[in-house]
């Protein structure tokens, strides 16, 4: 653990909670940073403005050689609270940006470990930041921050084309990098490995500037498009949900989540949110003439959405007269307020008795990352704060 200066310290937890998905103040943040960041880190972090900036102007900021500055945006930028990047091919200055601290830094900061840094007590504090304060901040809003996909090999019904979402975006964006889970990374750091899949390559980002910084700083490995797809097709068939950014254009990774690590799926696990990653346009139906009760999609499902339940069939005498009854049967039956439909259920029923179907009510998916986040700021009350820090970094 270092010595911080608390001024600094704040300084940093507000800026950073600037953002539409924050990060509130509490001892627990407090110790992360004390142990996972310098004095001087957290100080350069501090003074970053709502926008791009070079080196030499962050040195500025701070009264500090253009040396130093650089020096300590590299380590930043090594454990994934900064990234670096070109505004354009061929430009001469590098930028550099804080990273958000959902999804950016808390995740980062576990997804590539490093000899001397106490990783398990920094798993530890995020769990129980995560628990205590972390939730009600990604949550707070209608507008989730990510979105469930479909995946290969889902069955519909006739009058459903369907999309295999998940494959399309991988083509379009002819692969990018594989890297560690962050949820499942922290699990296994607090002994409680997953009982879905491995932690290592199963989250996935999708071409463009993300997946350069995360190969360029180690913490992925460069992954075509063939490769991509046949990792995730694997992953499906162990009954992951694939999760991807709440934007129609250019979504920038793929995760495979599971209900006892994925963070997001916690939240309507164990803090009871509704669609707590933003369902797919259908719903999953349950042929009860086909299904027998065997529990495999019970078992499969991720958010606990789907339950067994006895129900009357009223059976009629012979002849359609006198001398029927009522029998009890088993069959599976879904919640609506909480299906993703995702499909992932689907493909372990042996009786072809799961399939998708429309939603009544499709869910509104933001255009871009700028229209998501401006919505999720409005709907928090952040907006106008948030407005300003942008207009006066351009002043």
């Known amino acids: 653990m270092h010595d911080i200066n608390q001024d600094n310290l704040v300084k940093l937890i507000d800026r950073l909670n600037l953002y539409p998905i924050g990060l509130p103040d509490s001892s627990d943040i407090r110790e992360f940073f004390s142990i996972f960041l310098s004095d001087e880190e957290i100080k350069l972090a501090s003074v970053f403005p709502f926008k791009e900036v070079t080196a030499a102007e962050l040195a500025s900021r701070v009264c500090w050689p253009l040396d130093k500055t650089t020096k300590i945006l590299e380590t930043l930028a090594d454990k994934g609270t900064v990234v670096d990047f070109k505004l354009k091919e061929g430009d001469q200055d590098c930028y550099w940006m804080l990273t958000p601290s959902v999804i950016g830094f808390v995740e980062f900061s576990l997804m590539k470990l490093r000899e001397g840094t106490p990783f398990q007590r920094i798993a530890e504090i995020l769990e129980s930041y995560e628990d205590k304060h972390l ?81 360029r700083r180690g913490y992925a490995r460069k992954i075509d498009a063939d490769e ?94 006198e001398g029927g009854g009522t029998v009890q049967v088993i069959t599976a039956m ?36 700028k229209t998501k986040f401006i919505r999720i700021a409005w709907e928090k009350e952040k907006f106008w704060k948030m407005a300003w820090a942008i207009l006066k970094a351009k002043l």
């Open 334 to 369: 879904v919640d609506k307020e909480l299906c993703l439909g995702c499909g992932a259920c689907t493909k372990f029923c042996k009786k072809s008795a799961l399939s998708l179907v429309y939603r009544d009510k499709k869910p509104r998916i933001p255009k871009n990352e």
């Open 228 to 321: 991509m797809i046949t990792k995730i097709r694997e992953l499906g068939k162990l009954g992951l949900i694939h999760v991807t950014d709440n934007v129609r254009d250019r979504p920038t990774f793929i995760c495979n989540c599971c209900g006892c690590c994925c963070g997001l799926l916690r939240g309507t696990i164990e803090k009871k949110v509704k669609h707590s990653v933003s369902p797919t346009q259908y719903i999953l139906d349950i042929d009860k003439k086909k299904c027998v009760g065997c529990s495999s999609c019970v078992n499969k499902c991720q958010i606990k959405a789907i339950s067994l339940k006895n129900i009357s069939n009223r059976i009629e005498g012979e002849g359609g007269g």
């Open 135 to 215: 939730w009600k901040d990604v949550f707070g809003s209608k507008t989730q921050l990510t979105r469930a996909t479909i995946g290969y090999d889902v069955p519909v019904t006739s009058k459903v084309t369907p999309l295999n979402e998940v494959e399309d975006l991988i083509k379009k964006n002819a692969g990018g990098s594989a890297q560690t889970c962050f949820c499942r990374q922290k699990k296994a750091l607090l002994n409680k490995n997953c009982k879905v899949a491995p932690h290592l390559e199963t989250c996935f980002s999708l071409g463009g500037s993300a997946a350069d910084f995360l190969v």
